[in-house]
């Protein structure tokens, strides 16, 4: 079942809460909430263990009894948190006298009224329950035992009897990887060699490693492939093994050996023979480790390939290779060939052209969703291949994918091989997949906003006390990635993941599993109807005018999420305002929303100030996305959100936050810019945990005694218009920060102060550039003190060989740019990173220094990005005090991009010249042959290589 657990995990937690809260509940009602607590969590286990099966392999009570429950558990939420709402609103001000004596005498009537209201409530919800539990009784819901059926053929199967002439681009990738696995001259290795193949599901991993071992096969005195698959038996896994070793082993299945047994004779075998062995569809470290012990090193060389779709399983078992996808090259090739055959053969040209040249642009936008993947290209054209050859019955099918409406065999067949890393993973992870189907096709999807979302609608709960929910949520997204099921978009300078995507092959499956379970309502303007009247989540893409008379026909009540997107966003990336339709014919109907959670408009144009004076109403909501709207003020009535937790102003015409604000006592995010200036009263907002991005200068200099109040804060980003020596004190008092960005603003370049400031243990990031100085590194910035620091982004006035020999010791550095003040102090030159400096490095950026920095062998091994800034002159000084120039690039193993600037003041042309030149060289003869670009700046003809 696609669609997990429903709400259930967050009922559990609020019925918990209304136990030990302050409600003040009658005995009776009490002991009803325990009761029901009990219940839900054991339907709730029943329910993981339904979701964990395909829908095909589940019986048609299982589904009817799942979904019944999923859906209680939503309305169950809604009654818990309209009662906590009410209890909430019933809370008197602070007044005084004969006027707080009544108000008082008048909230004590309400209160008694909303207790007796909720004692109902909650006595209705247990007989609903009991209801469940004796349908499920009554009709003998099996809770996932398998329905007899025929059984079903594994479509991965096929792959591996696939003609190697039948594929295209396998046989440069073949002839890579072999390279890689056995010496130059072709003659396996004298000693153990384990590839990994890694990449995304239908990438082609077990066609590779099959080609592989087809190939090189001969080259070894035994062989044998197997696949471990989700459930292995790691009997019958060992029993194959052996069977395919050795023909004194035809009759291994039928001997009664152990595990331990089988694996003594493996490794008895295999200690004097060169061996072959892949190992594919490996989803479980554990299971690898397993069969690794029977797998003895021999001298006389061996080499093991195995198979994965998980990078962390990839990086344990050794030495990832990870898949590429096709060139469009070969894309086009695979395509053409799959629709087409032998037509158009005649075709000598480098670029692959279609046969039909009416089919060519349909075709590039099928290739485009398609990203390199064979499977899909395969799938995409199965289906077109059905089709009479016109474009439009092409754009059809090329309109379906990603929408989860395409129903035929191969597509079904595409989404079940998908399904494999699906159903593998737990059901909180499924979840915060699922949610993947709110965002349209080819979206770069925010990973701070996405978690927020999550978070919002309760996806994240949290088991240990203490434990950060957005920490959690951002554990779920690297998972999600390290599963290959999203893509990593990296930033520009270092390889830090700020956004996302969902491969369009994924989205029409999740958004095929998500419209099964009635999880998200998509409307996109398609003639597509969704199947319930029930909506509990309303995803709005490209709409038209006629989008509200839609919305009306279906019961809005019980909406929880509405998120808006403007028509052609997935083809601009940055929208400021952007007229949509939908955020207009949305307003009727929006009075209509009883329990909504999660409202985001980015970017569609408010600036008429469509419905924002209906947000007071929206007692419920705990996520509002206003970015990007084109707004000029926020209502007053926006005090009256309770329970927002997530607000979200960028990019807007603001220039004040309403006072209200500050009665946000549940807000946990608060996203602005530098010009809106936040109400007195901030420190109320005890919760707080982010806060990004407040300016700080002489018109506010008091909010820094509030910000010190923030107790819980973990993100702060501020911008300083001046020095004020209460920021220390301010910084010292929050001891959860993980985050720190200060700079200055205002024209000013020269702020200091931050000596004396110390930095909490657990600070993962540190920003202090833009005109914010150390005078040197800070003492704290040490193993010992900050071991979980990971981001350095700092500015030296003077820094010393000493400094960088302790930055290379942090052991969880991943990310440092540092920039030192050259100009106005002499600095000692001639840096060297030693030998196991920087371990975890990814990316570097050296600025402000006069002599390049060198890299001694064994000096950070993992770094992929190099920024070095340095002078003509003080290259060449190092040059002749060593009899040349070398950087050591040749010791950076994993370098895959260069970028030196050089300040060529003081320098010739010919200097200029002949240290590109030096550059270049050291970048050609590197084995991973960076890119290199060089950006010079003082020399006449200024340009950029």
């Given at each position: 079942?696609?669609?997990?657990?429903?709400?259930l995990?967050s009922v559990?937690?609020?019925?918990?809460?209304?136990?030990?809260?302050?409600?003040?509940?009658?005995?009776?009602?009490?002991?009803?909430?325990?009761?029901?607590?009990?219940?839900l969590?054991?339907?709730?286990?029943a329910?993981?263990?339904?979701?964990?099966?395909?829908?095909?392999?589940?019986d048609?009570?299982?589904?009817?009894?799942?979904?019944?429950?999923?859906?209680?558990?939503?309305?169950?939420e809604?009654?818990?948190?309209?009662?906590?709402?009410?209890?909430?609103?019933s809370q008197?001000?602070?007044?005084?006298?004969?006027?707080?004596?009544?108000?008082?005498?008048?909230?004590?009537?309400?209160?008694?009224k909303?207790?007796?209201g909720?004692?109902t409530?909650?006595?209705?919800i247990?007989?609903?329950?009991?209801?469940?539990?004796e349908?499920?009784?009554?009709?003998?819901?099996?809770?996932?035992?398998?329905?007899?059926?025929?059984?079903a053929?594994?479509?991965?199967?096929?792959?591996?009897?696939t003609?190697?002439?039948?594929?295209v681009?396998?046989?440069e990738t073949?002839?890579e990887?072999i390279?890689?696995v056995?010496?130059?001259?072709?003659?396996?290795?004298?000693?153990?060699?384990i590839?990994?193949?890694?990449?995304?599901?239908?990438?082609?991993?077990t066609t590779?490693?099959?080609?592989?071992?087809d190939?090189?096969?001969?080259?070894?005195d035994?062989?044998?492939?197997v696949?471990?698959?989700?459930?292995?038996?790691?009997?019958?896994?060992?029993?194959?093994?052996?069977?395919?070793?050795?023909?004194?082993?035809?009759?291994i299945n039928e001997?009664?050996l152990?595990?331990?047994?089988?694996?003594?004779?493996?490794?008895?075998?295999?200690?004097?023979?060169?061996?072959?062995?892949?190992?594919?569809?490996?989803?479980?470290?554990?299971?690898w480790?397993?069969?690794?012990c029977?797998?003895p090193?021999?001298?006389?060389?061996?080499?093991?390939?195995?198979t994965?779709?998980?990078?962390?399983?990839?990086?344990?078992?050794?030495?990832?290779?990870?898949?590429?996808?096709?060139?469009?090259?070969?894309?086009?090739?695979?395509?053409?060939?799959?629709?087409?055959g032998?037509?158009g053969?005649?075709?000598?040209?480098?670029?692959e052209?279609?046969?039909d040249?009416?089919?060519?642009?349909?075709?590039?936008?099928?290739?485009?969703?398609c990203a390199?993947?064979?499977?899909?290209?395969?799938t995409?054209?199965?289906?077109?291949?059905?089709?009479?050859?016109?474009?439009?019955?092409?754009y059809?099918?090329?309109?379906?994918?990603?929408?989860?409406?395409?129903?035929?065999?191969?597509?079904?067949?595409?989404?079940?091989?998908?399904?494999?890393?699906?159903?593998?993973?737990?059901?909180?992870?499924?979840?915060?997949?699922?949610?993947?189907?709110?965002f349209?096709?080819?979206?770069?999807?925010?990973?701070?906003?996405?978690?927020?979302?999550?978070?919002?609608?309760g996806?994240?709960?949290?088991?240990?006390?203490?434990?950060?929910?957005?920490?959690?949520?951002?554990?779920?997204?690297?998972?999600?990635?390290?599963?290959?099921m999203?893509?990593?978009?990296?930033?520009y300078?270092n390889?830090?993941?700020?956004?996302?995507?969902?491969?369009?092959?994924?989205?029409?499956?999740?958004?095929?599993?998500s419209s099964?379970?009635?999880?998200?309502?998509?409307?996109?303007?398609?003639?597509?109807?969704?199947?319930?009247?029930?909506?509990?989540?309303?995803?709005?893409?490209?709409?038209?005018?006629?989008?509200?008379?839609?919305?009306?026909?279906?019961?809005?009540q019980?909406?929880?999420?509405?998120?808006?997107?403007?028509?052609?966003?997935?083809?601009?990336?940055?929208?400021r305002?952007?007229?949509?339709p939908?955020?207009?014919?949305?307003?009727?109907?929006?009075?209509?929303?009883?329990?909504?959670?999660?409202?985001?408009?980015?970017?569609?144009?408010?600036?008429?100030?469509?419905?924002?004076?209906?947000?007071?109403?929206?007692?419920?909501l705990?996520?509002?996305?206003?970015?990007?709207t084109s707004?000029?003020?926020?209502?007053?009535?926006?005090?009256?959100?309770?329970?927002?937790?997530?607000?979200?102003?960028r990019?807007?015409?603001?220039?004040?936050?309403?006072?209200?604000?500050?009665?946000?006592k549940?807000?946990?995010?608060?996203y602005?810019?530098?010009?809106?200036?936040?109400?007195?009263?901030?420190?109320?907002?005890?919760?707080?945990?982010e806060?990004?991005?407040?300016?700080?200068?002489?018109s506010?200099?008091?909010i820094l005694?509030?910000l010190?109040?923030?107790?819980?804060?973990?993100?702060?980003?501020?911008?300083?218009?001046?020095?004020n020596?209460?920021?220390?004190?301010?910084l010292?008092?929050?001891?959860?920060?993980?985050?720190?960005?200060?700079?200055?603003?205002?024209?000013?370049?020269?702020?200091?102060?931050?000596?004396?400031?110390v930095?909490?243990?657990?600070?993962?990031?540190?920003?202090t550039?833009?005109?914010?100085?150390?005078?040197?590194?800070?003492?704290?910035?040490?193993?010992s003190?900050?071991?979980?620091l990971?981001?350095?982004?700092?500015?030296?006035?003077?820094?010393?060989?000493?400094?960088?020999?302790?930055?290379?010791?942090?052991?969880?550095l991943?990310?440092?740019?540092?920039?030192?003040?050259?100009?106005?102090?002499?600095?000692?030159?001639?840096?060297?990173?030693g030998?196991?400096?920087?371990?975890?490095?990814?990316?570097?950026?050296?600025?402000?220094f006069?002599?390049?920095?060198?890299?001694?062998?064994?000096?950070m091994?993992r770094?992929?990005t190099?920024?070095?800034?340095?002078?003509?002159?003080?290259?060449?000084?190092?040059?002749?005090s060593?009899?040349?120039l070398d950087?050591?690039?040749?010791?950076?193993?994993?370098?895959?991009?260069?970028?030196?600037?050089l300040?060529?003041?003081?320098?010739?042309?010919?200097?200029?010249?002949?240290?590109?030149?030096?550059?270049?060289?050291?970048?050609?003869?590197?084995p991973?042959?960076?890119?290199?670009?060089?950006?010079?700046?003082?020399?006449?003809?200024?340009?950029?290589?």
């Open positions: 079942m696609a669609v997990v657990t429903g709400a995990p559990l937690a609020k019925l918990g809460d209304l136990l030990i809260g302050e409600y003040k509940l009658q005995k009776g009602v009490k002991g009803e909430i325990i009761f029901l607590k009990a219940e969590e054991s339907m709730k286990g329910l993981e263990k339904l979701s964990s099966k395909p829908a095909d392999e589940l048609i009570q299982d589904k009817i009894w799942a979904k019944d429950l999923r859906e209680l558990s939503y309305d169950i809604d009654s818990i948190d309209t009662f906590m709402v009410r209890g909430k609103a008197s001000a602070k007044l005084h006298g004969i006027r707080k004596f009544i108000d008082r005498s008048v909230g004590l009537f309400r209160k008694a909303i207790r007796h909720i004692a409530e909650i006595r209705d247990k007989s609903r329950v009991v209801e469940v539990h349908r499920r009784r009554r009709y003998d819901v099996s809770l996932g035992v398998d329905k007899p059926s025929t059984a053929v594994d479509p991965r199967l096929f792959s591996q009897y003609e190697i002439e039948e594929l681009g396998i046989v073949r002839d990887l390279n890689i056995m010496e130059e001259n072709e003659v396996p290795i004298q000693k153990g060699k590839v990994t193949i890694v990449g995304f599901g239908g990438l082609g991993k590779l490693a099959h080609a592989v071992f190939k090189i096969r001969p080259g070894f035994c062989c044998a492939s696949s471990v698959s989700q459930t292995p038996d790691l009997k019958k896994l060992l029993k194959g093994i052996l069977y395919q070793l050795d023909k004194k082993y035809e009759d001997k009664p152990d595990e331990g047994q089988l694996v003594n004779e493996l490794r008895k075998f295999l200690r004097r023979k060169r061996y072959f062995i892949v190992i594919d569809d490996i989803w479980d470290i554990s299971v480790r397993m069969i690794k029977a797998l090193h021999s001298d006389a060389g061996y080499i093991i390939i195995t994965t779709r998980n990078s962390d399983v990839a990086e344990k078992v050794g030495s990832p290779y990870n898949m590429k996808p096709l060139s469009q090259n070969n894309s086009r090739k695979l395509l053409y060939k799959r629709i087409f032998n037509e053969k005649d075709n000598n040209e480098d670029i052209k279609c046969p040249a009416e089919l060519t642009e349909v075709s590039e936008r099928i290739l485009k969703k390199g993947v064979p499977l899909a290209i395969i995409m054209a199965s289906l077109l291949a059905c089709k009479p050859r016109n474009k439009m019955d092409w059809e099918v090329c309109n379906c994918i990603g929408t989860g409406l395409e129903n035929s065999i191969d597509v079904e067949n595409m989404r079940k091989i998908l399904s494999f890393s699906y159903y593998n993973m737990p059901s909180h992870l499924r979840t915060c997949l699922l949610y993947f189907s709110v349209p096709e080819d979206y770069k999807i925010e990973k701070h906003r996405l978690i927020w979302m999550w978070i919002a609608e996806f994240i709960q949290c088991e240990k006390h203490g434990e950060s929910l957005f920490d959690l949520g951002e554990s779920y997204f690297n998972e999600l990635i390290s599963r290959s999203i893509q990593p978009i990296h930033g300078n390889d830090t993941i700020y956004e996302c995507r969902v491969h369009d092959m994924v989205l029409d499956l999740i958004c095929s599993l099964e379970g009635n999880f998200v309502t998509i409307l996109n303007g398609t003639d597509h109807i969704p199947p319930s009247n029930t909506i509990r989540r309303l995803s709005l893409q490209n709409g038209k005018e006629h989008l509200s008379e839609t919305l009306e026909t279906k019961r809005l019980q909406v929880r999420s509405v998120v808006v997107f403007p028509s052609g966003i997935s083809l601009m990336p940055v929208i305002s952007f007229h949509f939908s955020a207009i014919s949305l307003i009727p109907v929006f009075r209509s929303f009883q329990v909504l959670r999660v409202l985001d408009l980015q970017d569609c144009d408010l600036s008429q100030g469509y419905g924002l004076k209906y947000l007071g109403n929206q007692f419920h705990r996520y509002l996305g206003l970015c990007g707004i000029a003020q926020l209502p007053e009535e926006i005090g009256s959100l309770q329970f927002l937790q997530i607000l979200d102003v990019r807007n015409k603001l220039s004040c936050l309403p006072s209200t604000v500050v009665q946000l549940h807000l946990m995010c608060l602005t810019d530098l010009s809106i200036r936040v109400p007195n009263g901030i420190g109320s907002l005890t919760r707080l945990e806060m990004s991005e407040l300016l700080i200068d002489d506010n200099m008091d005694e509030e010190g109040w923030l107790s819980e804060l973990r993100v702060l980003r501020i911008a300083l218009g001046g020095w020596n209460n920021l220390v004190e301010c010292g008092k929050l001891q959860k920060l993980r985050e720190l960005s200060v700079w200055a603003r205002g024209g000013q370049t020269n702020i200091g102060g931050l000596d004396a400031w930095a909490p243990r657990h600070l993962f990031s540190l920003s550039r833009w005109g914010c100085w150390f005078s040197t590194l800070p003492a704290w910035i040490n193993p003190l900050v071991p979980d990971s981001k350095i982004f700092i500015g030296i006035r003077v820094l010393q060989q000493a400094d960088l020999d302790i930055l290379g010791r942090l052991p969880a991943c990310y440092l740019e540092m920039q030192v003040e050259h100009e106005d102090l002499g600095i000692p030159s001639g840096f060297l990173v030998a196991d400096s920087f371990p975890c490095l990814l990316s570097c950026e050296f600025r402000g006069v002599r390049p920095v060198l890299f001694q062998q064994g000096a091994p770094l992929r190099l920024w070095s800034w340095f002078s003509v002159r003080g290259a060449r000084e190092i040059a002749n060593y009899g040349g950087l050591g690039l040749m010791n950076l193993p994993s370098l895959q991009k260069v970028s030196v600037g300040d060529c003041n003081g320098a010739n042309d010919e200097e200029v010249k002949e240290l590109r030149a030096v550059l270049s060289h050291g970048t050609k003869i590197h991973n042959r960076p890119r290199l670009w060089i950006n010079r700046k003082a020399v006449k003809d200024t340009d950029n290589e």
